[in-house]
């Protein structure tokens, strides 16, 4: 079975994908952290309901919408033995930045000048601003109008897997197993796996969710998130000495005892942090919520200890505080359970290969579907999706990207058949 795919393939996947991109990116998909519903805002079935219809439309089997908010289909396996895997994207996008009413636009033979956004006249994206555009010259880079994100999160991974879908049912002679797909909600507000049915995935599954063209992410942090609520004795502060306690100075005092160091802004690569991402409050109410990320679960005992201990010392200082703690594990490393079966992500490598791309493998700062599903014992790492600048109103992504990632699902589709060695 030859490697490469024919040249009206190739056209067939670049056609598709960039048609099903820029329709799927207009509409609004934002998710919500705040709402209890699941999935967290009805507007993502207008999303799911219209890749219900298409894939229903290409013959897709077991189509199924399910009111929890997830859409699964399944594509039959083709001639021959062949172990079925999953494929996963998330419909939503980020509350980061807005949704509503994205105007995509193709920057056709991109000359490397710097892209203007009609929108927004002060926006500007370039190659200081984002180096790796610099590989993307004279290709069609595809950003938004300056007022929202694109969506490319995650939505180049839709559209890269019903592309892959398409070009299955045009091509049945395309070797392929059983693949499950499923498209979820509310991965943008950590909550992408509630409501999929476990048992309704093979064990081995893939999320199409990373960033620029070759990645391939098989570790990604160990998350914490602590609510900490603080409650004071407000009293006029006039008359105010030996009764008043501050809830918001003391939030601030536990705040600036954390080191310096390990902050966002100070770490890369494989460096851990604390992130204070909510501070509100006055003198008899304070609340602060703070993540913590490593990539080695034990640096996050540790910080979870620096923070109790200093609420500790709070509470002796100021026996008349009251401080509650309410801590959430949201994500583990997924390097221990990927470990484990290194098929899994060693075909991933070789399909990015295949599609002629050089594989960056990367631990992933951040989380993924992929990370809960790995803890829940089926194995996913993470593809990327071509798409960068995620969740801000510059985020870009190139077609040629679109396209081989595309490609990378066919040749993996091969590669858990035994046509490919
Ligand atoms: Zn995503």
Redesign the pocket.
């Known amino acids: 079975m030859s490697l490469s795919l024919s040249a009206e393939q190739q056209a067939f996947l670049r056609e598709q994908v960039r048609e099903r991109f820029l329709r799927y990116v207009r509409v609004h998909t934002t998710s919500d952290p705040d709402s209890p519903s699941c999935p967290s805002t009805e507007r993502q079935f207008d999303l799911l309901r219209m890749l219900e219809a298409e894939c229903r439309e290409l013959g897709l089997k077991e189509v199924e919408l399910l009111p929890e908010g997830c859409l699964l289909a399944t594509l039959p396996a083709g001639d021959g033995e062949a172990e079925p895997f999953g494929l996963l994207a ?1 419909v939503d996008t980020s509350p980061d930045q807005s949704g509503e009413g994205v105007e995509p636009r193709c920057h056709e033979n991109w000359d490397g000048g710097v892209i203007h956004f009609p929108k927004d006249p002060a926006l500007r994206l370039g190659l200081e601003d984002s180096p790796e555009l610099a590989q993307f010259i004279g290709d069609t880079v595809i950003t938004a109008s300056g007022d929202t994100l694109l969506g490319a ?2 939505k180049a991974g839709v559209a890269e897997i019903m592309t892959a879908m398409a070009a299955f049912t045009r091509w049945p002679e395309l070797p392929h197993g059983e693949i499950r797909i499923c498209f979820t909600t509310d ?2 507000v950590s909550r992408g796996i509630e409501g999929v049915p476990l048992e309704r995935l093979p064990r081995a599954c893939y999320t199409m ?1 990373g960033g620029l063209m070759g990645e391939l992410e098989d570790e990604c942090f160990d998350a914490w998130q602590l609510k900490a609520r603080f409650t004071g004795v407000p009293v006029h502060p006039g008359s105010a000495k030996g009764v008043l306690v501050n809830a918001s100075m003391a939030a601030a005092r536990l705040l600036a005892s954390l080191p310096e160091g390990e902050s966002p802004e100070r770490t890369e690569g494989r460096e851990g942090f604390y992130f204070l991402h909510l501070f509100r409050g006055d003198a008899e109410q304070a609340e602060i919520r703070l993540l913590l990320r490593d990539f080695d679960a034990e640096e996050n005992r540790r910080r979870r200890a620096v923070i109790e201990d200093g609420v500790a010392r709070l509470r002796e200082r100021m026996p008349r505080l009251q401080v509650e703690l309410e801590w959430e594990h949201q994500y583990a490393n997924m390097k221990e359970g990927l470990r484990q079966d290194p098929q899994i992500t060693e075909r991933a490598a070789r399909a990015i290969e295949d599609a002629g791309v050089t594989v960056l493998r990367r631990e992933i700062r951040g989380g ?1 579907d992929g990370s809960t599903l790995t803890a829940l014992g089926h194995p996913t790492p993470n593809i990327f999706t071509g798409g960068l600048m995620y969740h801000s109103t510059r985020e870009w992504v190139p077609l040629k990207a679109l396209c081989a990632a595309s490609e990378t699902i066919l040749h993996l589709a091969r590669r858990w058949t035994g046509a490919a060695s």
């Open positions: 998330h999160d995650d991965e943008e969710d993924t």
